[in-house]
C-alpha cells in the first residue's frame, strides 16, 4: 500500500511539473523589429536590418538576426513608468553618433526593461590602457 501511495504522490508529481512547463515557456516576450540604422547592443555593432528580440528569462535580452541566429544576449534591469506604454517602444541612446539600445518597453505594460551597458573595458581602445609595469601589477 505505501508503495501504491508513493508511485501515485511521483505520478501526480510528474503531471504537476509538466503542466507549469509550457506556462513558462509561453511567457517568452518577442519583439520583431527593423531597426534602420548600425546600432550596438553587448558592445557589439550590428548593421540596420531585421531583428527579434526576446527576453527568455527574467532580466535577460536576446538579439537574433533575420535567420533566427541568437546575435547576442545582455542583462537587463526592471525599470518601472507612471503609465503603460501605448505600443511597444525600443529607446536609443546616441552618443559619439552611434545609436545604443537603451530600454525596451511592451505595449500596455507600464514596466520595461534596461539594458546594463558594455563594460567600459570592452570599448576602451589598448592604446589608452595603462602599462602593468607603472601600476605595480609586477610588483614582487
Known sequence: M?????RSFALVMLVFVG????SVAQS???IKVKIPFEFTFGGRVFPAGEYSLLQPEEHILRLRDA???TAGQVF???VEANMAAAST???FQVAEG???LFEVWHEQDSSGERVYPAK???LTKPSMMADPDTTGANQR
Open 89 to 91: 517602444v525600443l529607446r
Open 19 to 22: 503542466l507549469s512547463l509550457p
Open 67 to 69: 535567420n533566427g541566429k
Open 120 to 122: 567600459a573595458q570592452a
Open 76 to 78: 537587463t534591469q526592471g
Open 98 to 100: 552611434q545609436h545604443n
Open 2 to 6: 505505501t508503495r501504491f501511495i508513493t
Open 28 to 30: 517568452t516576450r518577442i
